[in-house]
């Protein structure tokens, strides 16, 4: 069974940061591209970021460009999401999910995991 | 980037009623390899996101066939053949075609 645990999240200080880990198991993780999307309290999801299963390409919403990195350890079946500089506007459940194909993202995430909280705020 | 407008915002649903949401995109989400990279997911309350369909009309695996998904270019739906308590949640369509990836707004289904 595919399953992915995130972990990480928790309260942060403005312009402090954070760093998210999604630790899958169940399949080949090295042959599957990754995810991360958010969601703020009472929205919407939103896609943050993606990285193929090699980790030599990744992709980046505006919003978190330049402040946010995607990154993975296949040896250790493990994604993570480094965020520096964050702003309140980042206070959202953290999914990281699974891409169809090592270097596909046009049919989604499938499955997701439980999501981290994190809450930037004074 | 790729709007992605989903109606209606709230669908009021009787048990055992069809529904219909629609998801409308402000760019053809034709790919050049020829795939239409249109997704949906539903969030059920206190659970994370789970993908019902993928690229218009694929139904992912576990999931009843009284969910269906139609369209092309830049008009979708998702269709519940017969509405059961359990499908109570918020659907979000997704379009995988262009980078940013983007989803709609969300259609919170509830029953009446």
């Known amino acids: 069974e595919v399953q992915l645990l995130e972990s990480g999240g928790g309260l942060v200080q403005p312009g402090g940061s954070l760093r998210l880990s999604c630790a899958a198991s169940?399949?080949?993780?090295?042959?599957?591209?990754m995810n991360w999307v958010r969601q703020a309290p009472g929205k919407g999801l939103e896609w943050v970021s993606s990285?193929?299963?090699?980790?030599?390409?990744?992709?980046?919403a505006d919003s978190v460009k330049g402040r946010f990195t995607i990154s993975r350890d296949n040896s250790k079946n493990t994604l993570f999401l480094q965020m520096n500089s964050l702003r309140a506007e980042d206070t959202a459940v953290y999914y990281c999910?699974?891409?169809?194909?090592?270097?596909?993202f046009g049919s989604g995430f499938d499955p997701w995991g439980q999501g981290t909280v994190v809450t930037v705020s004074s | 980037d790729v709007v992605m407008t989903q109606s209606p915002l709230s669908l009021p649903v009787t048990l055992g009623q069809p529904a219909s949401i629609s998801c409308r995109s402000s760019?053809?989400?034709?790919?050049?390899?020829?795939?239409?990279?249109l997704n949906w997911f539903q969030q059920r309350p206190g659970q994370s996101p789970r993908r019902l369909i993928y690229?218009?009309?694929s139904r992912d695996s576990g999931v009843p066939d009284r969910f269906s998904g139609s369209g092309s270019g830049t008009d979708f739906t998702l269709k519940i053949s017969r509405v059961e308590a359990e499908d109570v949640g918020v659907y979000y369509c997704?379009?995988?075609?262009?980078?940013?990836?983007?989803f709609g707004g969300g259609t919170k289904v509830e029953i009446k």
């Open positions: 690229k218009v009309s």
């Open positions: 999910g699974k891409g169809p194909s090592p270097t596909g």
């Open positions: 997704m379009q995988g075609t262009q980078w940013p990836l983007t």
């Open positions: 760019q053809s989400l034709v790919y050049s390899d020829g795939n239409t990279y």
């Open positions: 169940g399949f080949t993780f090295g042959n599957y591209a």
């Open positions: 990285i193929t299963g090699s980790g030599s390409n990744t992709y980046y």
